[in-house]
T-cell receptor, first 115, second 113 residues
Framework: EAGVTQFPSHSVIEKGQTVTLRCDPI?????LYWYRRVMGKEIKFLLH????????ESGMPNNRFLAERTGGTYSTLKVQPAELEDSGVYFC?????????????FGSGTRLTVV | QKEVEQNSGPLSVPEGAIASLNCTYS??????FFWYRQYSGKSPELIMS????GDKEDGRFTAQLNKASQYVSLLIRDSQPSDSATYLC?????????????FGQGTILTVHP
């Protein structure tokens, strides 16, 4: 079984530019989550999709962040325009069940650096 | 007060010893508790989950949960150098935020030969 795939693995962009991160969950996993870890801080929840619907987007920092999951398969997270404080590692995770009864499977993350 | 707090570490133990990792949480309605292991530059990997008070053992790992004290711990017996990693405590409060995990800052564990 293929795991959760994220790309790019690294991205360096200039302040004000746009970046799009992509996550391919494990096939058949309806639940998809985005998390972020900024330097020196804990991993923080951004949002949760159930299929193509946003179940919870309470962690999205501001309207510069836009997440989509067309067709309930892969998801994209766009940051536009990027700011310095957006730098960090963005993790995607997926699970088959609703909730975390059996835990998630995380992707390897995208390290975003905004300069 | 942080929602999930872990002992700050870093924690260093000799090979073969027991490593004890601790975590407290603030939300009394928390229902599910997880320990993830993260090697440097890698993704978090689930190693233990616990939902009921008491102990849960899986190989060299034992998770302990005390909901009255809002405390969860992870014991690693016969620690090996390959256990050296950052250990993350995560809590799911359930309810309307089903699936949303709140993480602690992590404890770096080093097992030296």
């Amino acid at each position: 079984e293929a795991g959760v795939t994220q790309f790019p693995s690294h991205s360096v962009i200039e302040k004000g530019q746009t970046v799009t991160l992509r996550c391919d969950p494990i096939s058949g996993h309806d639940n998809l989550y985005w998390y972020r870890r900024v330097m020196g801080k804990e991993i923080k929840f951004l949002l949760h999709f159930v299929k193509e619907s946003k179940q919870d987007e309470s962690g999205m920092p501001n309207n510069r962040f836009l997440a989509e999951r067309t067709g309930g398969t892969y998801s994209t997270l766009k940051v536009q325009p990027a700011e310095l404080e957006d730098s960090g590692v963005y993790f995607c995770a997926s699970s088959q069940d609703y909730g975390t009864l059996y835990g998630y499977t995380f992707g390897s993350g995208t390290r975003l650096t905004v300069v | 007060q942080k929602e999930v707090e872990q002992n700050s570490g870093p924690l260093s133990v000799p090979e073969g010893a027991i490593a004890s990792l601790n975590c407290t949480y603030s939300d009394r309605v928390s229902q599910s508790f997880f320990w993830y292991r993260q090697y440097s530059g890698k993704s978090p990997e689930l190693i233990m989950s616990i939902y009921s008070n008491g102990d849960k053992e899986d190989g060299r790992f034992t998770a302990q949960l005390n909901k009255a004290s809002q405390y969860v711990s992870l014991l690693i017996r016969d620690s090996q150098p390959s256990d050296s990693a950052t250990y993350l405590c995560a809590v799911d409060t359930g309810g309307t935020s089903y699936g949303k995990l709140t993480f602690g800052q992590g404890t770096i564990l080093t097992v030296h030969p």
